[in-house]
DNA sequence: TGTCCACGTCT
DNA sequence: AAGACGTGGAC
């Protein structure tokens, strides 16, 4: 199958109707049904990294209310490139993959410190940075600074899989290269490269819907070659992995013993968590409660148990990276969603709440 | 202890 | 280059 996975091939299949149809129905459906995102108020460099950073992997509407702290908070490359990371992930809790919150805090370090607070421009040069894949670079090159470039995420993909009935997988860095060529194509020099991204992206949240797509109402039906397009684009199905985990609390006084997530794994780096329950080191009491917590593709129950050092004075703290944290200062310390959900579950239990009675 | 799915970058 | 990285929401 000499073009089995070429999605070149597929290409032959765009026609003069298609070439003519497809962009002004897309900007005429734009034109009717824009959003107006905050991010979309302005061109500022900063504010549209900000964004598309907050976007990776992340829905708009979860985005929102964290987009707006944060520019509040760090409202340019200086007052970021300045915060401790602590701060930077605090204000990052809850959007999970916390990298993205250490690159941007990189990349503000970069521009400020390195090259006069100013962002590159070129996709080329933004494909350097800490974070910046092939999607984010186009996307802030066209919204940030007018460059002739598509940038397709995962709703403008899904679009023009479905558009041309493309049944090859598209998750390959020279499959992504070709669709967007494709798309270039079907553009003019003097079009607005920026419209088209948001248009398109847009159109595949609202309308060209990955579970249930609108066709009913859709403008591009009739150039639509999908026959069934819930099922595109193709991808291959992942497994769930069940895992079971021991979570540690242990107490002194008013206080708990907290640590930062290691380096080794990545998993939370940065953020504070409770420990692993560790037989040797620790004696578990009581078994307080389990709470599922999804991580891409296992499914974790964490288990609480209630516990304590077997011989705290042979275990230092700091061969543990932890320390004992005061209860009324947990609420300030950057904690990943599970973890979180662990301290609220405690905290309505009298003996943890830092206010009894 | 509901289950499944969406969503880019890095290694 | 398969798999790690996290969360929230639809059903």
Redesign the pocket.
């Known amino acids: 199958m000499e073009n089995g996975n070429n999605i070149a091939f597929c290409l032959e299949r765009i026609d003069a109707k298609f070439r003519e149809t497809f962009p002004r129905r897309l900007f005429e459906w734009h034109g009717e049904n824009a959003y107006s995102y905050p991010w979309r108020q302005t061109q500022e460099p900063y504010a549209i990294v900000v964004s598309?950073f907050m976007?990776?992997?992340?829905?708009v509407?979860?985005v929102i209310p964290y987009y707006l702290k944060w520019m509040e908070r760090f409202e340019n490359w200086e007052r970021l490139a300045n915060a401790s990371e602590g701060e930077v992930l605090k204000a990052w809790?809850?959007?999970?993959?916390?990298?993205?919150a250490r690159?941007l805090h990189k990349i503000a370090k970069i521009v400020f410190y390195e090259k006069q607070g100013i962002l590159p421009s070129e996709p080329t040069e933004l494909?350097k940075?800490?974070?910046?894949?092939?999607?984010?670079?186009n996307?802030i090159a066209s919204l940030a600074f007018g460059k002739k470039t598509v940038a397709l995420?995962?709703?403008g993909?899904?679009v023009l899989v479905r558009l041309l009935s493309i049944h090859q997988p598209v998750?390959?860095v020279r499959a992504l290269k070709e669709l967007s060529r494709m798309a270039m194509n079907l553009l003019s020099e003097d079009s607005d490269f920026s419209l088209f991204n948001s248009a398109l992206?847009d159109f595949?949240?609202a309308v060209c819907?990955?579970?249930?797509p609108k066709c009913m109402i859709c403008p591009l039906k009739e150039i639509c070659q999908a026959e069934q397009p819930e099922q595109l684009p193709f991808?291959p199905?992942?497994r769930?992995?069940?895992r079971?985990e021991k979570i540690a609390i242990l107490r002194k006084e008013d206080s708990i013993w907290l640590h930062q997530?290691d380096s080794k794994?990545?998993?939370?780096?940065g953020?504070w968590v409770f420990p692993n329950f560790d037989p040797f080191a620790m004696e578990q009491k009581t078994i307080l409660?389990?709470?599922?917590?999804?991580?891409?593709?296992?499914?974790i129950?964490l288990?609480v148990c209630e516990a304590a050092w077997k011989q705290e004075q042979l275990f230092q703290p700091n061969l543990w990276q932890g320390e004992w944290i005061k209860k009324e200062k947990i609420s300030f310390l950057p904690?990943?969603?599970?973890?979180?959900?662990i301290w609220m579950k405690l905290m309505t239990e009298r003996a943890f709440s830092p206010h009894p009675g």
């Open positions: 598309e976007l990776q992997q992340t829905q509407k979860t809790e809850g959007l999970g993959y916390y990298a993205r690159n494909l940075l800490p974070g910046i894949g092939l999607y984010t670079a996307a995420d995962a709703n993909i899904r998750n390959k992206m595949g949240r819907k990955a579970l249930a991808k199905k992942k769930i992995e069940v079971k997530a794994t990545g998993r939370y780096r953020m409660f389990s709470l599922p917590a999804f991580l891409s593709r296992y499914k129950f288990e904690l990943p969603a599970p973890h979180r959900r």
